[in-house]
C-alpha cells in the first residue's frame, strides 16, 4: 500500500510509475496548464498525464522544467505520460506522432506512451512503433488506453512487448474488476481516468457519509479506494486547493467494509466513451 504521494508501483519492465498523478486533459495549453502542473510539483506530485490529443503537450513540458529548478527535482524524479492520437496510428505515422510529443514535451525521454484507443485494424501496427521507440531507450515504458480484454487478447497474440499500462476508465460506478483481474494475471498495471467520474460522484451520498467517517471529502474517498484496489489514479485539478485536497489521501485507511460498499456503487456505467463503440 502506497504511504506517500511519491510511492511507486513497480511495472512489468522493472520501472517505477508513481501511483498517483495528475491528470490535464482540458487544461488549457499556456498558463492554465504552466500553473496546474507546477502546484501539483510543489504539493509533491510526480506524475504527469497528458496526451497529444489535449493539446498541451507544450505547457507541460515547460512546467516540468521550470518546477525541476524551482523545486530541486531530477529529471528521473519526475514520471510523463503522453499518448498518440488515433489519428496518427499506424507504424509510420505513430513514429513521427511519438518524435512529435517528444519535442513538444521538450524533454529527453517520456516515461510511459500510450495508445489512447484501440483503432480497429490499426493499433497492432501503432503497438509495433511503440515497440520501437522503447526498445530505441526513448521511452522508459509503453502500454494502452481503453483497452477491454477483447483487445488485449488480440494484441498480446502478436505483440513482442507486453503493455505496462492500461488507462481505463474507472470509479465507483464503473469498477473493471473483470478487466483488473485479467490485467493483475497478465502482469499489465491497471490506471483509472475519471477517478471522479468528471466530478459527477462527488455528492454520491454513501461517498460523501464514508467520507465523514474519516474526515475526508468524497473525492479523497474514491482516490483512496483506487490505491486500496490496486489502481493507479490520475484526477484532473487546475485548481491548487483541489491538487492539494485530493492527494491528502496517505494518512487514512478504508476499512474492508467500506471498500466493499464502494465496490457495490458500480452499475458498469460510463461517463466516457465506449471503447467498443467510438467513432473517432
Ligand atoms: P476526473 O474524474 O479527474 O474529474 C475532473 C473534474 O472534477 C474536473 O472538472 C475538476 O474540476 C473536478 N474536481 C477535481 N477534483 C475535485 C475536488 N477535489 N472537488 C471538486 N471537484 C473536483 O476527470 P477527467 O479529467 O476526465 O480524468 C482525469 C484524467 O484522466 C484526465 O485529466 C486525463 O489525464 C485522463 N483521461 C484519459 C482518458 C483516456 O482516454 N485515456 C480519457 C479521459 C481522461
Redesign the pocket.
Known amino acids: 500500500m502506497p504511504k506517500n504521494l511519491q510511492d511507486t508501483v513497480k511495472l512489468n519492465n522493472g520501472v517505477h510509475m508513481p501511483w498517483f498523478g495528475l ?4 487544461a488549457q495549453e499556456g498558463d492554465e496548464v504552466v500553473s496546474a502542473v507546477k502546484a501539483a510539483i510543489r504539493a509533491g506530485y510526480r506524475s504527469i ?3 497529444a490529443a489535449y493539446n498541451n503537450e507544450e505547457g507541460v513540458g515547460q512546467a516540468v522544467r521550470e518546477a525541476m529548478e524551482e523545486n530541486g527535482l531530477r529529471r528521473d524524479q519526475l514520471f510523463i505520460t503522453s ?1 498518440v492520437w488515433n489519428s496518427n496510428q499506424g507504424y509510420e505515422t505513430t513514429l513521427q506522432a511519438f518524435e512529435t510529443s517528444l519535442n513538444k514535451l521538450n524533454l529527453e525521454y517520456i516515461d510511459l506512451f500510450l495508445v ?2 484501440p483503432v480497429k485494424g490499426k493499433y497492432k501496427e501503432t503497438w509495433r512503433a511503440l515497440e520501437k521507440v522503447y526498445k530505441e531507450g526513448k521511452v522508459r515504458a509503453i502500454g494502452v ?2 483497452f477491454q480484454i477483447h483487445h488485449l487478447e488480440d494484441l498480446l497474440s502478436e505483440a513482442e512487448v507486453v503493455p505496462a499500462v492500461n ?1 481505463v ?1 474507472l ?1 465507483p460506478q464503473l469498477t473493471q474488476k473483470e478487466l483488473l483481474t485479467y490485467c493483475q494475471g497478465k502482469g499489465i498495471q491497471l490506471e483509472a ?7 459527477h460522484l ?1 455528492k454520491n451520498d454513501t461517498l460523501v457519509s464514508i467520507g465523514k467517517k474519516y474526515g475526508k ?1 468524497a ?1 479523497q474517498v474514491i482516490l483512496r479506494w483506487d490505491l486500496q484496489v490496486g489502481v493507479i489514479t ?4 487546475v ?1 491548487e486547493g ?1 491538487i492539494i ?2 492527494a491528502d489521501i496517505f494518512d487514512f485507511e478504508l476499512s474492508a467494509e467500506d471498500i466493499a460498499a464502494i465496490d457495490g456503487l458500480n452499475q458498469n456505467k460510463r461517463f ?1 466513451s465506449d471503447p467498443d463503440n467510438f467513432n473517432f
Do not use: C, F, M
Open positions: 491528470g490535464v486533459y482540458k498525464d497528458t496526451a499518448k489512447h484507443w488506453s481503453n488507462q476508465e470509479h481516468w475519471s477517478p471522479l467520474g468528471q466530478g462527488l471529502t473525492a490520475i484526477p484532473k485539478s485548481n483541489r485536497e485530493n466516457g
